[in-house]
């Protein structure tokens, strides 16, 4: 038997116990939910030190747009398909000089 089918099977046996459990855990968690919008936030797994975050911040101030908005798609002509290396060779001398252009 296996660690998940011990597992359910001690839930399954001791359910009452399970719920009551989970039921007391919620009423005990209640006065905090108030709390929770100011200190959940979207979009908070970047650490604003990254360059990623300094990106986004311009792409927001000098673009402004959510960088959620940008989109970069590439595609092949030539039939090549994405992991194939031709194309990614192609896509590499396609963006070779990006980021020397201004605002990138």
């Not at 590439?74 to 252009?101: H, M």
Request: proline letters at 8%.
């Amino acid at each position: 038997m296996g660690p998940f089918e011990r597992l359910g099977r001690l839930m399954a046996r001791w359910r009452w116990w399970v719920i009551g459990s989970w039921a007391v855990l919620a009423l005990v968690a209640l006065p905090l939910a108030p709390q929770a919008p100011g200190v959940l936030q979207p979009g908070g797994f970047t650490a604003e030190g990254l360059e990623a975050a300094r990106a986004r911040r311009l792409l927001e101030d000098r673009l402004g747009l959510a960088p959620s908005a940008l989109v970069i798609v590439v595609q092949s002509t030539t039939g090549l398909r994405a992991g194939d290396p031709a194309f990614e060779a192609a896509v590499a001398r396609a963006l070779g000089g990006v980021a020397t252009v201004p605002h990138v």
